[in-house]
Nanobody
Framework: QVQLVESGGGLVQPGGSLRLSCAAS????????MGWYRQASGKQRELVALIYSGGGTNCESSVKGRFAISRDNAKNTVYLQMNSLKPEDTAVYYC???????????????WGQGTQVTVSS
């Protein structure tokens, strides 16, 4: 199986920055897409940003120009650099990785445990 360990959440003032990391370990054969989702209290989980194996990215409109997603394939790690944070960015952020554990098996989606990001003065 694949395990995901997230880090980097916390409390930050409006306008501040945080960097989230998510490392995949275990029986990882190869990884396709990696991404970040978030879920604010009382709301549905939503996509924040995705990065594909070829390097292409896709960001939710409200974070474009403020957030940047990147990945280190050698470390099986995805990052989310969050700048100019706003109170409405407050949520639990979840890492999502699409990976397979063998060279012939299907790809499956794996989720991290979530990390709280709170933007408040």
């Amino acid at each position: 199986q694949v395990q995901l360990v997230e880090s980097g959440g916390g409390l930050v003032q409006p306008g501040g920055s945080l960097r989230l990391s998510c490392a995949a370990s275990g029986s990882v054969f190869n990884i396709d897409a990696m991404g970040w989702y978030r879920q604010a209290s009382g709301k549905q989980r939503e996509l924040v940003a995705l990065i594909y194996s070829g390097g292409g990215t896709n960001c939710e409109s409200s974070v474009k120009g403020r957030f940047a997603i990147s990945r280190d394939n050698a470390k099986n790690t995805v990052y989310l650099q969050m700048n100019s944070l706003k109170p409405e960015d407050t949520a639990v952020y979840y890492c999502n990785v699409v990976a397979r554990t063998t060279g012939y098996g299907p790809f499956a989606a794996y989720w991290g445990q979530g990390t709280q990001v709170t933007v408040s003065s």
